[in-house]
């Protein structure tokens, strides 16, 4: 948890601090492999934002195909339940997505959400590839830590984003305001100084103050 903590801590990019939860989950439980997911916008499917350990026969794969969350019964119950899930017989747990498994042909897996404000917002594939691992109570509590861990980190990131952007719209809001003001103010500015060099040039004099006037008006 100290390692989980170093991790989160020391880096506000959200991809590389779920590549080094990857990593620490995949030292905790001696995993082959974990992926970390994220929901797309419409939360069908969860599309892979880091990894740790992942082949390179299957990087593409990993990259380019999303997990479905609807019609798949094992990442529907952790997402109802906020739990993890496991199973250590994959080709016959009727939970399993067929197609993920003919993707990623592994004997256990287990999936624990990422939660933001008690909303599952994605989740960490732990795969073992021919190790059929029973999970205990105690590492589903220690990956549920973790997860939470990850879903403060997100929370915070997302806040961090939007000062971000209040502040850079703040900074565009300032500096338009002062292109906007420098303009009448330089037409102010001339029309006074003509004003007391013209003296007593009755029609300028009138221009000159309807200027100031429609300027002033303006700012």
């Known amino acids: 948890l100290l390692a989980v903590t170093?991790?989160?801590?020391?880096?506000?990019?959200?991809?590389?601090?779920?590549r080094?939860?990857?990593r620490e989950i995949?030292?905790?439980?001696r995993a082959d492999m974990v992926g970390a997911y994220l929901a797309d916008a419409a939360r069908e499917s969860l599309r892979p934002v880091a990894g740790y350990r992942v082949p390179p026969t299957m990087i593409d794969d990993f990259r380019r195909?999303?997990?479905p969350i609807k019609g798949h019964p094992a990442i529907e119950e952790a997402w109802a339940a906020r739990r993890c899930v496991w199973t250590d017989d994959m080709p016959g747990?009727?939970?399993?997505?067929?197609?993920?498994?003919?993707?990623?042909?592994?004997?256990s897996d287990l999936f624990v959400p990422i939660r933001v404000k008690d909303r599952p917002v994605?989740?960490?594939f732990v795969i073992w590839w021919t190790e059929r691992r029973v999970i205990t109570d105690g590492e589903m509590r220690l990956l549920e830590?973790?997860?939470d861990l990850a879903g403060i980190f997100l929370e915070n990131t997302e806040l961090y984003r939007d000062a971000a952007e209040a502040n850079r719209a703040k900074d565009e809001f300032l500096a338009?305001?002062?292109?906007?003001l420098r303009n009448p103010l330089g037409a102010i500015t001339n029309a006074v100084a003509a004003l007391e060099r013209r003296g007593g040039a009755e029609e300028i004099s009138t221009r000159l103050r309807q200027i100031i006037q429609r300027q002033t008006h303006h700012l």
């Open 176 to 180: 338009t305001l002062s292109h906007e």
């Open 122 to 124: 994605g989740g960490f």
């Open 6 to 18: 170093r991790a989160v801590s020391s880096t506000l990019d959200p991809t590389e601090t779920l």
């Open 65 to 67: 195909h999303p997990i």
């Open 20 to 22: 080094r939860l990857a």
């Open 145 to 147: 830590g973790i997860s």
């Open 26 to 29: 995949t030292r905790a439980l």
């Open 93 to 107: 747990d009727r939970r399993v997505d067929p197609e993920t498994l003919r993707r990623f042909p592994h004997q």
